[in-house]
């Protein structure tokens, strides 16, 4: 298991490199990458690579998993199929593909200068959690920490 500063190193050469050609903000990509795969221990991030809880689409190979959906107020526990990657690099760009050519995140894209306004944009539609972006945001400064 890394620990919290190894996760933020390994996630930021990924996300970085991704970023590179997506032009998303990187550090974001790395504290929602701890945010969701709770630094790299999730079960969905050590056995498919999947650091975003990504569901399965387009043909991706995937893996059934429990979890918890939040919709209308309720709280609801399902399975769902999640998709599973070769790597932590091809699971970013997957990710960053799906924010940078999926309708519902174009005010995000134009947001993509300041990081908390594209969280707040992304977040809108990534997340069931009424409380996701404010939880990314406290990683985010949390990620950056040492950095600036």
Not at 88 to 108: G, K, P
Not at 121 to 141: F, G, N
Request: charged share 25%; with cysteine.
């Amino acid at each position: 298991m890394m620990t919290k500063e190894e996760f933020v190193k390994t996630a930021l050469a990924a996300a970085e490199e991704s970023s590179h050609t997506s032009g998303l903000p990187e550090w974001v990509t790395v504290a929602q990458a701890a945010l969701e795969s709770r630094w790299g221990a999730s079960w969905l991030s050590c056995r498919a690579h999947n650091y975003f809880g990504i569901k399965a689409h387009k043909g991706h190979a995937e893996i059934l998993l429990p979890t918890t959906e939040c919709a209308r107020g309720t709280t609801e526990h399902v399975t769902a199929a999640f998709a599973k990657y070769g790597s932590m690099l091809e699971c970013f760009q997957c990710r960053d593909h799906l924010l940078t050519h999926a309708a519902v995140y174009a005010a995000a894209r134009e947001k993509r200068a300041d990081e908390e306004a594209f969280i707040d944009e992304m977040a809108r539609h990534w997340a069931t959690d009424p409380h996701y972006a404010e939880k990314l945001k406290a990683v985010l400064h949390e990620v950056k920490g040492g950095t600036e």
